[in-house]
Every structure is written in structure tokens, then in C-alpha cells.
């Protein structure tokens, strides 16, 4: 499958790893638009948020089940935003479904 979140799970591309277990990894953004940037992801392939269903979202609910783990090890003591693009007009560049942690300095309260 050509997709680049399937390699750098595969380790065909590197990537800077801040957590992984048998379901789930993290890693930094390669393009971070905050001191801290971190995608987390399911090692299954899942194209987006609208491709979540009742028989794979028990990996969704593990992701956000580590997120407060994998930020506090990044040392986001006040606070973070969570972030999933899905589809065009969020502008989702990545097919595989993916959470943005993102901290690090005071964020903007527009999001959109
Ligand atoms: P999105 O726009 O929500 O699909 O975000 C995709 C993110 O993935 C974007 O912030 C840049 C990041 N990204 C793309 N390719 C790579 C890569 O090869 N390595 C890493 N670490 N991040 C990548």
C-alpha cells in the first residue's frame, strides 16, 4: 500500500518516535507548526475519521487513552490541542488517520 504512514510504521521511513506499543504509534511531525508536534496513529491502516465504525474503534479510543500520556512525556503540563483533518476541506495530506498533540506555547483560540 503506498502510504507513508504504513512505511514509517513498517520502519521503511524514519521517523522520530515519542511512543509505541502493538497498536499505536507516535511520532514528531516533520513540518511542526508548534514547539511540540506529534502525530499519534493506529499501526492498522484507517484512511480517516470517516472510516472509524464500531468494529475498529477500540484502537481510537486506546489512541485518545495515550494521548495524556504521550503529552505529558513531552512535558505539556498547561495544556494541548488535539487535532484529526479528515477529508479535503480540512486538508487531510495524509490518508491514514492520524491525531495532531499539539503545544508547546500559547495556542490561538480560532481554529478554523
Ligand atoms: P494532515 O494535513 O492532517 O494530513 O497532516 C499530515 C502531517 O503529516 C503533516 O503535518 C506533515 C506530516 N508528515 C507528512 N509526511 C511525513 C513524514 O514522512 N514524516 C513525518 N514525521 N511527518 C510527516
Redesign the pocket.
Known sequence: MDC?FCK?IAGE?P??KVYEDDQILA?????P?TPVHI?VIPKRHIRSMDEVTSENSAVVAHIFETIPKIAAKAGLTNGYRVIS?CGDDA????KHL?F?IMGGRQLPENMG
Open positions: 507513508i514509517i521511513i521517523s522520530s511520532f514528531n511531525d516533520i513540518n507548526q502525530l483533518n486538508c487531510q495530506s495524509v492520524h495532531h
